[in-house]
């Protein structure tokens, strides 16, 4: 059901990419699995699963440990520039994520693109998309602190005011999928949406969980914004729908 307050409360969403628009987390892990044996050490999957989500400046340094003999710039051009030949051969769109950005565009909701990869990926990724979906992108190499710092998306709220001064942290609404990533948009303020894929998330009455986007509807998004809107203190329960009873004032958005 759509709010029926007469102004929009849903301005913009806020996306990030691996793993919520793209499943290309096993790209990055087989581009890890591949520098870690060229430079004679052991990669698990345990530790490809602490670099989910996490900045690639980060992802390098723990590379290092490893056994990479490598600087972290060089590191991560390896490991960027392997993914991306393998995105050029293979998309791997994630379920509900393309039809999602294409109504949002339909509704003239501003989207934004929020990611710890690098321009370049970005810039591979948002060329495979059907229509300019988004107005910018926020990257990895274009922040002083990546995720879980609530950097990227307060620079992206900043941005999207460049054109809309009303528009405000609550009227934007952020889809994430990993633990670094849910908190950079939770500790920014914005209404936020975990759609867990290859890790479990741990429950957070301060987001709202869905196990996927597919089915999802610019109606949903409004709903969760517009029930924050009313209610600040509004917590968001363990379904993949908004829990409508309000389980009152634990916690509320957090901030930095």
Known sequence: MRSSV???LLKAALWDMDGTIVDTEPYWIEAEHALVSAHGGQWTHGKAMQLVGQ??????????????????????DIL?????????ISVPWRPGARELLDELHIAGIRCALVTMSEAPLAREIVASLPEPYFDFLVTGDTVTHGKPHPEAYLKAVELLQQQDPELGIHHCVALEDSIPGVASAVASGVVTVAIPHIMELPHDPRHATWHTLEGRTVA?????????????????GLDTSLDTSLAGAVGGVAHD
């Open 6 to 8: 007469s102004q929009p």
């Open 55 to 76: 900045s690639l400046v980060y992802s390098a340094g723990v590379l290092q440990e490893a056994g990479v003999n490598l600087g972290r710039r060089e590191i991560i």
């Open 80 to 88: 960027t520039n392997h993914v991306i030949s393998l995105v050029r």
């Open 220 to 236: 949903d998004l409004e709903e969760l914004v517009a029930l924050r809107h009313e209610f600040p203190d509004a917590t968001f």
